[in-house]
């Protein structure tokens, strides 16, 4: 009876994750094909069949996390030597050739246009002990009609384009993922109906510049437009987009649809002239805060967010200064800072005039700084408003209490008051605390 058990007992897969949502959503892409090929996901990793890892080339922690990951599989193919390793992504697609001569007992390396291949991968290495490598870039995979594989949730991330085209001195993505591509308009509104259809109130629309789709002479603001009138979604978000193509149209679709969220994360990287030349960023300082000001003219109360990258090659301490200075004059809701990290294969790594590692600490630190004084400032404007919240999940601090976000992107934490997950409330802000605001809820409102 064991025997005949074991025969058909459904094999298993394990995936993990690191890096940008994009990632996210392409383990998703993953998962559904390996469920169609009859495995089952299991939460223990080292029970699982396969062992997949998606990772991320772009910053050298994520390179530094998979690296040790990697050492922990290899000690449970050990143990279990018919366990399939898969390397997955960008990294795979940037550094197939060393991960191949340090780490042989990887069995799969593919990379991000190559998941339809799997299923024939994965019969083959029933009667191929050789390690299989398929990391070649396609100008036109979109993985058009192969919907992810969803479990269920509050929010869900639709790709709708894959690549980059603005090169980027920084950025390995244009070699990693390959040049621009944007899926079918009708195929992404099938997703996102099919998404709304399984309960989800919130899609995330992700591009490596998001808002440089363009199928066949649609842009994104028309996709923007047509996502917008489908019933009983909530809320729609984008990241993330690229300066040079936010356009007063993407803007006024935003401010005419209340279910487009009036938040906009706007990538800066740096406030000097000279260094945002220098990374191939294709605006200026003046460009940037002239965006500034025509979005927050059309879109009133607009979050916004930021990208910063602190000792890029060649940085004095005045282009510094210039990063500061812009800061203060934007006042940004938040954002994400970084060291400057070079990546092999990108321009910018053969720049001589590297900053200094300690220096680069100290004005990652000063940006960090001050931007928690802006978000705190900005956040203690809304004390005393009224703010619709989407409630995502329990808050960590209490278990009588909810987390979720406006709907410019601000975390609220208040009681829950009969409410559910789900459902959309009126949030009295009382008071901000950190990144975080606190409030009580006035009354529970109708889901959308």
């Given at each position: 009876?064991?025997?005949?058990?074991?025969?058909?007992?459904?094999?298993?897969?394990?995936?993990?994750?690191?890096?940008?949502?994009?990632?996210?959503?392409?383990?998703?892409?993953?998962?559904?094909?390996?469920?169609?090929?009859?495995?089952?996901?299991?939460?223990?990793?080292?029970?699982?069949?396969?062992?997949?890892?998606?990772?991320?080339?772009?910053?050298?922690?994520?390179?530094?996390?998979?690296?040790?990951?990697?050492?922990?599989?290899?000690?449970?193919?050990?143990?279990?030597?018919?366990?399939?390793?898969?390397?997955?992504?960008?990294?795979?697609?940037?550094?197939?050739?060393?991960?191949?001569?340090?780490?042989?007992?990887?069995?799969?390396?593919?990379?991000?246009?190559?998941?339809?291949?799997?299923?024939?991968?994965?019969?083959?290495?029933?009667?191929?002990?050789?390690?299989?490598?398929?990391?070649?870039?396609?100008?036109?995979?979109?993985?058009?009609?192969?919907?992810?594989?969803?479990?269920?949730?509050?929010?869900?991330?639709?790709?709708?384009?894959?690549?980059?085209?603005?090169?980027?001195?920084?950025?390995?993505?244009?070699?990693?993922?390959?040049?621009?591509?944007?899926?079918?308009?009708?195929?992404?509104?099938?997703?996102?109906?099919?998404?709304?259809?399984?309960?989800?109130?919130?899609?995330?629309?992700?591009?490596?510049?998001?808002?440089?789709?363009?199928?066949?002479?649609?842009?994104?603001?028309?996709?923007?437009?047509?996502?917008?009138?489908?019933?009983?979604?909530?809320?729609?978000?984008?990241?993330?987009?690229?300066?040079?193509?936010?356009?007063?149209?993407?803007?006024?679709?935003?401010?005419?649809?209340d279910n487009i969220c009036n938040y906009i994360h706007l990538p800066l990287q740096a406030g000097s002239n000279k260094i945002l030349k220098r990374m191939n960023r294709t605006y200026t300082r003046e460009n940037f805060i002239e965006l500034v000001q025509t979005i927050r003219k059309i879109i009133p109360n607009v979050g916004l967010s930021t990208d910063i990258i602190v000792g890029f090659p060649g940085e004095t301490e005045q282009n510094f200064n210039d990063t500061l200075d812009l800061m203060q004059e934007v006042k940004f809701d938040s954002a994400f800072n970084f060291k400057y990290s070079s990546r092999p294969g990108t321009k910018a790594s053969e720049y001589e005039d590297q900053v200094d590692e300690k220096e680069k600490q100290l004005r990652l630190q000063k940006v960090i700084d001050l931007q928690k004084k802006h978000t705190l400032e900005l956040n203690k404007k809304l004390v005393g408003t009224i703010q619709k919240v989407l409630i995502e999940k329990e808050s960590k601090l209490s278990s009588d209490q909810w987390a979720g976000r406006t709907d410019s992107n601000k975390w609220v934490v208040f009681n829950k008051n009969n409410s559910v997950v789900n459902n959309i409330v009126e949030v009295q802000i009382e008071k901000a605390k950190g990144i975080t605001l606190h409030g009580k809820i006035l009354q529970k409102m109708e889901a959308a």
């Open positions: 009876m064991n025997f005949q058990s074991n025969l058909i007992k459904k094999k298993t897969y394990h995936i993990e994750t690191y890096g940008c949502q994009m990632n996210v959503a392409d383990s998703e892409l993953v998962e559904s094909i390996l469920i169609d090929e009859g495995y089952e996901k299991s939460d223990d990793i080292n029970s699982a069949d396969a062992i997949f890892v998606n990772t991320c080339a772009i910053r050298e922690q994520a390179e530094e996390k998979v690296h040790s990951q990697l050492g922990r599989y290899n000690l449970i193919k050990k143990n279990k030597p018919e366990t399939l390793i898969g390397v997955l992504g960008c990294m795979a697609q940037n550094l197939k050739d060393d991960i191949l001569e340090s780490k042989p007992y990887v069995d799969i390396i593919l990379g991000p246009d190559s998941y339809r291949k799997i299923p024939i991968i994965l019969k083959s290495r029933q009667d191929n002990s050789k390690n299989i490598v398929d990391t070649k870039l396609s100008r036109y995979e979109v993985y058009k009609d192969l919907f992810p594989k969803r479990q269920s949730g509050i929010n869900a991330w639709v790709s709708i384009m894959r690549g980059c085209d603005k090169f980027c001195t920084f950025c390995i993505v244009p070699f990693t993922r390959g040049r621009e591509r944007s899926r079918d308009i009708h195929g992404i509104i099938e997703e996102v109906q099919q998404i709304v259809d399984n309960g989800y109130s919130e899609v995330t629309l992700l591009g490596q510049n998001v808002n440089s789709y363009n199928f066949n002479n649609l842009m994104f603001h028309n996709l923007l437009e047509e996502i917008a009138k489908i019933n009983k979604l909530k809320r729609i978000r984008y990241t993330s987009p690229h300066p040079q193509d936010i356009t007063k149209d993407l803007l006024h679709v935003m401010k005419e649809y």
